[in-house]
């Protein structure tokens, strides 16, 4: 039944979504709301749940040259585990530091460390981004980030 690589992984995405999609309809219902908060999990989950059956059904076989690029070296090991540790602290300093400063500083300093070498574009992306979203959350969507210690 599961001869394919797709086909595997197209059912762990199935019960991945499920199980994503019966958290999101017990979410709680906002009477007030324009867009209540189980809108975008809902359809994330439903994304996901039709795009684990496409490739469910996918009849491309894989090549050994596609097998080749499912070994992940050492090195990649490494890189993504530090990434990881980038993560972690992300999210420990996001209520402390604010999601402002803490999102432009993460955004740099990984494509940093991932050996982007243009720092000027690399620091604009980081800065406008972080603005944007902020902006979208707070003041459009009126759903409040962490300040942190910068006051807005």
Request: net charge positive; charged share 15%.
């Given at each position: 039944m599961?001869s394919?690589?797709?086909?595997?992984?197209a059912?762990?995405?199935?019960?991945?979504?499920?199980?994503?999609l019966?958290?999101?309809y017990?979410?709680?219902?906002?009477?007030?709301?324009?867009?209540d908060?189980d809108?975008?999990?809902?359809?994330l989950?439903?994304?996901l749940?039709?795009?684990a059956?496409?490739?469910?059904?996918?009849?491309?076989?894989e090549?050994?040259?596609?097998?080749?690029?499912?070994?992940?070296?050492?090195?990649?090991?490494?890189?993504?585990?530090?990434?990881?540790?980038?993560?972690?602290?992300?999210?420990?300093?996001?209520?402390?530091?604010?999601?402002?400063?803490?999102t432009?500083?993460f955004i740099f300093?990984?494509s940093?460390f991932?050996?982007?070498?243009?720092?000027?574009?690399?620091a604009?992306?980081s800065?406008?981004f972080?603005?944007?979203i902020?902006?979208l959350?707070?003041?459009?969507?009126?759903?409040?980030?962490?300040?942190?210690?910068?006051p807005?």
């Open positions: 599961l394919r690589i797709n086909q595997k992984i059912v762990i995405l199935a019960i991945l979504a499920g199980f994503y019966v958290l999101s017990n979410l709680p219902k906002y009477p007030n709301a324009i867009i908060a809108v975008v999990p809902k359809g989950g439903l994304l749940l039709f795009f059956v496409l490739l469910y059904f996918d009849k491309k076989e090549t050994e040259a596609e097998k080749l690029k499912r070994t992940i070296t050492k090195e990649n090991v490494l890189l993504l585990l530090s990434v990881l540790v980038f993560i972690l602290f992300y999210i420990f300093l996001l209520e402390i530091v604010g999601f402002l400063l803490m432009a500083l300093g990984c940093l991932l050996g982007y070498k243009k720092h000027v574009a690399n604009i992306v800065i406008a972080s603005l944007v902020y902006g959350f707070n003041y459009l969507l009126k759903i409040n980030l962490p300040a942190g210690i910068i807005l």
